[in-house]
């Protein structure tokens, strides 16, 4: 029955009308049973038919009525022809109890079934009356049979049952349809959620973010517009987002107003809650006219606070004098809290980003930021059949300044280098630090005696520049162009080889990659595979941010990575691959960034819907790595919650379907999450936890899995322990 319901509901909120329609289609069962039953009255000793065959008249014409009523489309005709059919129904009951016996024909009971129709399915006015009516139809038989009075008292005793049933009812189906509006508001609001999250794990412009916030408010609030401002310092207002304007000066994101002291913005800016004006009307100060000439005649808005401070404000705008709902400040608040959830979101992800592309040291570009660069400018130089040259450079014996002034040392030298090489290059070309103490360029428009020439004047004034430290600083640096290599690896290797070139005879110098002397620089080109230690450093950085978001979940991520590597060890994994499956552990819940504290941090077990939102993180995180890992580091991603009897999710992959490095992963995510402190769990010890992985191999875990954790906890049996 209670599956029946929860479909019966599901059908009812899948589109408008589908309520009308089910209440036609009972009403036609209701029909079809009362033909049915006044068809056997003859049979039924209680009725005692006077005018026969007219009640199977009556029957035939309800059956007819019945089986008409399930061809009507009930979304489309008028509420009143429901109410018309019920008391249609309500008079042929009356009829009918009249002409089989009056007060003893069970025809009477008609009376009920049409009361608690009227009470589900009528509008509320309709159905009220009709509970009246209903009552006067059961006396009415006992005021023909015993005179008015005997009537009158009849009907004084059933108004009271059949209005309180009518009242049970009516109070029953309220409160019903309350709780339906509630959680369709919820699912909205979650619908809103999603999409602002999906777009800020996706790296959506803050623009792009804002203007879907003000769509989803307006959409979650049935307003004519929406827009969302921020604060400036200067007492200015900056549009960022908007929805639904319908004046003819239509702003545009980025567009700037002055902050008027005595308008609504001023006032909710100073005091920080929720404001709204149901009718500008007359009003002549700045923000009623700036309102005035969109078309708009009512405002509410509320502040939007990004990580404890005031950001901005959420507004939503109305044509007509209190147009907006009565309830639009708590609304708008509660959505403000989704505007700021994502505002801080942009923003952090805005700052991974740029912590991800940039070196921390020198401020330069890192070795992911150049790589996307050099091929993004490789391809337009090879459309246009443009020049474009790279040089590598390496501070000479670095090593030996360290070890003479420390790092703080070393690391002032490498600024200053940095600092240095970026004077002699123009605004357009890309100085990026690679790793260590090697620096790269991409020089657009030169070829390589041109780029040699920079380096060259670069070189002689880093030789001759004073350093912390008393250091004499040089640099070697090598130099190749297009003319050489049609690839952005072969360019990276033959511009290193040159530089090897420079290292090996004499250092401080720059040296041309010269194909006559590629035999000599072979020896070099084992060093050609660039270092990926910057974008390793972006991925730590992301996972310890999400990972700080919660205080029971600190350092969750590496603790997950350094045991997931350990599996990999025990499994036999080639030292290469266990790398790979330590770096996707260490972003296997990135996909969490777009998860709101409220579920994240929820110290209760989590609803249902909620549990839907957490089960997203694993597809989102894998869609925000996919272009920083391998394909199989992002499937392991993807499939780090999946489970070999198939209850795992996103994908419900099942046996061999689940590959060895996401079941590693999995065993490593969820055996951290049993031995560790939570707000909803206490820690288990090794031996307890060990029993539960065992009596999960093969539904939660892999065999592979289990085996590895045997061998990196030295159990020598796990599965006795289980027993």
């Known amino acids: 029955?209670?599956?029946?319901?929860?479909?019966?509901?599901?059908?009812?909120?899948?589109?408008?009308?589908?309520?009308?329609?089910?209440?036609?289609?009972?009403?036609?069962?209701?029909?079809?049973?009362?033909?049915?039953?006044?068809?056997?009255?003859?049979?039924?000793?209680?009725?005692?038919?006077?005018?026969?065959?007219?009640?199977?008249?009556?029957?035939?014409?309800?059956?007819?009525?019945?089986?008409?009523?399930?061809?009507?489309?009930?979304?489309?005709?008028?509420?009143?022809?429901?109410?018309?059919?019920?008391?249609?129904?309500?008079?042929?009951?009356?009829?009918?109890?009249?002409?089989?016996?009056?007060?003893?024909?069970?025809?009477?009971?008609?009376?009920?079934?049409?009361?608690?129709?009227?009470?589900?399915?009528?509008?509320?006015?309709?159905?009220?009356?009709?509970?009246?009516?209903?009552?006067?139809?059961?006396?009415?038989?006992?005021?023909?049979?015993?005179?008015?009075?005997?009537?009158?008292?009849?009907?004084?005793?059933?108004?009271?049952?059949?209005?309180?049933?009518?009242?049970?009812?009516?109070?029953?189906?309220?409160?019903?349809?309350?709780?339906?509006?509630?959680?369709?508001?919820?699912?909205?609001?979650?619908h809103a959620l999603r999409a602002l999250a999906t777009a800020v794990a996706s790296g959506r412009p803050p623009e792009v973010v804002c203007n879907l916030a003000a769509q989803e408010a307006a959409r979650l609030l049935r307003a004519d517009g929406a827009g969302i401002v921020r604060y400036d310092a200067d007492d200015q207002l900056t549009l960022i987002g908007r929805s639904g304007y319908a004046g003819a000066a239509t702003p545009e994101p980025g567009t700037r107003f002055p902050l008027a002291p005595d308008s609504e913005l001023a006032a909710l800016r100073a005091h920080g809650h929720a404001m709204r004006v149901d009718d500008y009307g007359n009003r002549t100060d700045e923000q009623a006219v700036a309102i005035a000439e969109f078309g708009y005649r009512a405002w509410a808005g509320t502040p939007v606070h990004v990580r404890g401070r005031l950001w901005g404000a959420i507004m939503v705008t109305g044509v007509e004098p209190g147009s907006l709902p009565e309830d639009a400040e708590q609304h708008l608040s509660e959505f403000a809290e989704l505007v700021g959830m994502a505002v801080a979101n942009t923003e952090e992800v805005a700052r991974l980003s740029a912590d991800a592309t940039t070196d921390p040291l020198t401020g330069l570009a890192n070795h992911r930021a150049f790589q996307e660069r050099l091929r993004a400018e490789l391809a337009r130089t090879q459309r246009h059949e443009e020049r474009l040259a790279v040089a590598v450079v390496d501070i000479d014996h670095f090593k030996e300044v360290n070890d003479a002034g420390g790092h703080a040392v070393g690391d002032e030298v490498l600024r200053t280098v940095a600092a240095l090489l970026r004077d002699q290059l123009r605004p357009y070309d890309v100085l990026a630090r690679l790793g260590g103490d090697e620096l790269a360029v991409l020089l657009a428009g030169c070829d390589d005696a041109e780029a040699a020439a920079v380096l060259e004047r670069a070189r002689q004034r880093i030789e001759r520049a004073p350093f912390a430290g008393g250091a004499r600083v040089t640099i070697s640096v090598g130099v190749c162009d297009v003319d050489h290599a049609g690839e952005a690896e072969q360019l990276m290797r033959f511009a290193d080889g040159a530089l090897y070139w420079s290292k090996e005879h004499g250092r401080n110098r720059v040296s041309v990659y010269d194909p006559g002397r590629i035999h000599e620089l072979s020896a070099a080109e084992r060093l050609g595979q660039l270092q990926r230690s910057q974008a390793l450093v972006g991925i730590?950085?992301?996972?310890?941010?999400?990972?700080?978001?919660?205080?029971?979940?600190?350092?969750?991520?590496?603790?997950?990575?350094?045991?997931?590597?350990?599996?990999?060890?025990?499994?036999?994994?080639?030292?290469?691959?266990?790398?790979?499956?330590?770096?996707?552990?260490?972003?296997?819940?990135?996909?969490?960034?777009?998860?709101?504290?409220?579920?994240?941090?929820?110290?209760?077990?989590?609803?249902?819907?909620?549990?839907?939102?957490?089960?997203?993180?694993?597809?989102?995180?894998?869609?925000?790595?996919?272009?920083?890992?391998?394909?199989?580091?992002?499937?392991?991603?993807?499939?780090?919650?999946?489970?070999?009897?198939?209850?795992?999710?996103?994908?419900?992959?099942?046996?061999?379907?689940?590959?060895?490095?996401?079941?590693?992963?999995?065993?490593?995510?969820?055996?951290?999450?049993?031995?560790?402190?939570?707000?909803?769990?206490?820690?288990?010890?090794?031996?307890?936890?060990?029993?539960?992985?065992?009596?999960?191999?093969?539904?939660?875990?892999?065999?592979?899995?289990?085996?590895?954790?045997?061998?990196?906890?030295?159990?020598?049996?796990?599965?006795?322990?289980?027993?």
């Open 540 to 723: 730590r950085a992301l996972a310890r941010a999400i990972d700080a978001r919660d205080a029971s979940t600190r350092e969750h991520s590496e603790r997950v990575a350094a045991l997931a590597a350990r599996l990999a060890e025990e499994r036999g994994w080639p030292p290469e691959r266990v790398a790979l499956l330590h770096e996707a552990a260490l972003v296997h819940d990135i996909g969490k960034i777009g998860i709101p504290d409220a579920i994240l941090l929820k110290p209760t077990r989590l609803t249902r819907e909620e549990y839907e939102v957490i089960k997203g993180h694993a597809e989102l995180g894998a869609r925000i790595v996919e272009d920083v890992l391998t394909a199989e580091q992002v499937e392991w991603i993807h499939s780090h919650h999946e489970r070999p009897d198939g209850e795992g999710y996103p994908r419900g992959l099942a046996g061999d379907e689940l590959s060895e490095g996401a079941g590693l992963l999995a065993a490593a995510d969820a055996f951290d999450v049993m031995v560790s402190r939570r707000p909803y769990s206490p820690s288990r010890d090794l031996d307890d936890a060990l029993r539960e992985v065992a009596q999960l191999v093969g539904r939660q875990f892999t065999p592979a899995a289990v085996a590895a954790l045997e061998g990196v906890y030295g159990a020598a049996d796990v599965r006795d322990l289980a027993a």
């Open 1 to 190: 029955m209670e599956e029946i319901l929860d479909r019966v509901a599901a059908y009812v909120r899948s589109a408008p009308g589908n309520e009308r329609l089910i209440a036609g289609r009972v009403g036609g069962v209701l029909w079809l049973i009362a033909a049915l039953a006044t068809l056997v009255l003859p049979l039924v000793p209680q009725a005692h038919i006077s005018v026969y065959p007219w009640p199977l008249v009556i029957a035939a014409a309800a059956a007819a009525w019945a089986v008409t009523m399930f061809f009507i489309d009930w979304r489309r005709v008028p509420d009143a022809l429901l109410t018309t059919g019920t008391v249609a129904g309500m008079i042929a009951a009356a009829v009918v109890t009249q002409m089989t016996g009056a007060v003893e024909s069970p025809v009477r009971t008609f009376s009920i079934f049409i009361l608690v129709y009227a009470s589900c399915f009528l509008p509320m006015r309709h159905a009220a009356v009709l509970v009246v009516t209903c009552a006067a139809v059961w006396a009415l038989p006992v005021g023909i049979d015993r005179g008015a009075a005997a009537g009158v008292g009849d009907f004084a005793l059933t108004l009271p049952t059949y209005g309180v049933v009518g009242l049970v009812l009516l109070t029953g189906r309220l409160v019903l349809t309350k709780m339906r509006r509630s959680a369709e508001q919820l699912s909205e609001e979650h």
